[in-house]
């Protein structure tokens, strides 16, 4: 593709140089190859800018920069290679333009539906892509724990059971930098996908990753504390949420799912409805959907769904209340994605479950072991609920485990330390991802919190030793809370990532406990 095709809908300040072949589009320098376009451009931790010379060693035949400083020294040191370049106004909204045209605009061939909010959107993203995956719609999903794309078949079919996601793809990313996502979509599009189902988080919203992708349905789960370490204040992480909703992408959707009983839900409605967006509103009591007859056990639940299409029964391997929020969710989205209330029903069913969200693990142990990603003091206020529920009137103990991440809002720890020793009878707090900081100092940051509660506790800063305290800890009855890592597969700490599966841990532990005759 010639490089003047690729740059049609990019604000342009200054050319220089030919229009050459483009073989790909890139952002990062260590991907260039010959004949490649590199974008340059700003980024929270580093300056794409300093890489052009090592692009252009490496064959690259075009430069965007959103510097002119850049666009002036690369005439400078490179004056005997010629590369065409620009420098563009935006960095990523020229992304979002060229790869949109070297991919041939895969998003205009998808119907897409977005999920923001503190929590639930992966839950909601999962039970929305099974649903419509369920009446054999072909999906892209895109999200915290992994990537789905269609399977090829000549038929043109899925293979296994409906619902089964195709080609599973590891997720670097819960949202992807814009060109990664068209390229995902293409690729989606190419395997006769119709429709994308993605999580929206609020970092993408503000640094622009999404900017011009035509959102069919903006799903508004709820917005707690979170992220501050980023926004800096609760208004500017709202600010971000709305841009989902109230045309700043460079149209609105058509249809907002917004929960009403959510304190920001109100203020989203208006903006949403402002920009045009049909809105389809739930939650527990009010709302378009809402819920009634709600009953839980700890191996799923059922109730019945009062929509503007009349009401149904829904059964479901999930349970919880928060996940009553979230089939309401995916439920109104996908009614606005012209699902039948029966195909709706019987998609939420076909759901088994969402890796480390509520995910339990069985070896054979006289108590409950769940993993969970809870690393909110709302969302473990949430998870150490729904275990108490599970545990009333039977004896049965709630131990929670958790961590605070490094490199991550300081001030939201404490705050994680009371909600874990206000919900819990015991309490392991460990170590999650430190990152660059020290384990002890994340401790310490907590304590305060946890020990206003008067909860027993005791504090371990490897967590795999600490696992195995919290599981030393349960008898008969009890429930085991291992929060805050839920799907990840890896720890990051000071000295580097290392492999470490929450689920994968407890269980070694708990066969070798059985294996051993000694109780865990």
Do not use: W
Request: net charge negative.
């Amino acid at each position: 593709m010639k490089f003047s095709d690729i740059l049609k809908g990019v604000e342009i300040l200054r050319r220089t140089g030919g229009s050459p072949e483009i073989a790909g589009v890139e952002y990062d320098s260590r991907c260039v190859g010959r004949s490649s376009l590199f974008l340059a451009m700003r980024g929270g931790t580093t300056d794409g800018n300093r890489y052009i010379g090592r692009a252009i060693e490496q064959g690259a035949a075009a430069i965007v920069t959103d510097s002119a400083g850049a666009f002036d020294d690369t005439a400078k040191r490179f004056p005997e290679i010629a590369v065409a370049e620009i420098a563009a106004e935006t960095g990523r909204q020229a992304m979002a333009a060229l790869a949109g045209n070297f991919f041939g605009h895969p998003e205009a061939e998808l119907a897409l539906s977005g999920v923001t909010g503190t929590n639930g959107k992966t839950t909601t993203a999962f039970l929305l892509d099974a649903m419509l995956n369920h009446v054999s719609r072909k999906t892209v999903l895109v999200g915290t724990i992994e990537y789905h794309l269609p399977l090829h078949h000549a038929n043109g079919g899925r293979a296994g059971d409906p619902g089964a996601p195709g080609q599973v793809r590891s997720s670097p990313h819960t949202t992807p930098e814009s060109r990664d996502l068209l390229a995902l979509f293409r690729e989606g599009v190419d395997l006769g996908a119709t429709e994308a189902v993605m999580e929206v988080s609020s970092h993408a919203l503000a640094q622009g990753r999404v900017y011009g992708l035509p959102y069919d349905v903006a799903i508004f789960t709820n917005l707690t504390r979170d992220h501050l370490d980023f926004h800096g204040t609760m208004e500017d992480y709202f600010a971000a949420k709305r841009m989902l909703f109230d045309g700043s992408l460079g149209r609105a959707p058509r249809a907002a799912v917004v929960n009403v009983d959510d304190p920001y839900g109100a203020e989203l409605v208006m903006a949403a409805r402002g920009a045009g967006a049909e809105i389809l509103s739930y939650g527990l009591e009010s709302g378009e959907f809402r819920a009634a007859d709600v009953k839980m056990t700890a191996s799923g639940m059922r109730f019945r769904m009062h929509t503007v299409a009349g009401p149904v029964d829904v059964r479901t391997r999930l349970t919880g209340k928060v996940n009553v929020y979230n089939l309401l969710a995916a439920s109104a989205a996908a009614h606005a994605r012209g699902l039948t209330l029966e195909e709706i029903a019987s998609g939420a069913e076909a759901l088994a479950c969402v890796p480390g969200r509520f995910q339990t693990v069985d070896a054979g142990q006289p108590f409950t072991v769940v993993v969970d990603y809870a690393h909110t003091d709302d969302a473990l206020r949430n998870l150490t609920a729904l275990a108490r529920e599970f545990v009333k009137g039977t004896g049965g103990r709630v131990i929670t485990l958790f961590g605070c991440g490094g490199d991550r809002d300081r001030a939201k720890r404490p705050l994680m330390g009371r909600a874990a020793g206000e919900g819990s009878d015991f309490v392991v707090l460990t170590s999650d991802n430190p990152r660059s900081e020290e384990p002890a100092a994340i401790i310490a940051d907590a304590l305060p919190g946890l020990r206003e509660t008067g909860v027993e506790f005791v504090t371990e800063t490897d967590r795999g030793r600490g696992i195995q305290r919290a599981l030393e800890a349960a008898k008969a009855g009890d429930i085991v809370l291992l929060a805050g890592k839920g799907h990840e597969k890896t720890q990051t700490l000071r000295e580097g990532t290392v492999p470490f599966d929450d689920a994968e841990v407890a269980a070694r532990l708990l066969r070798a406990h059985q294996a051993s005759g000694v109780r865990a």
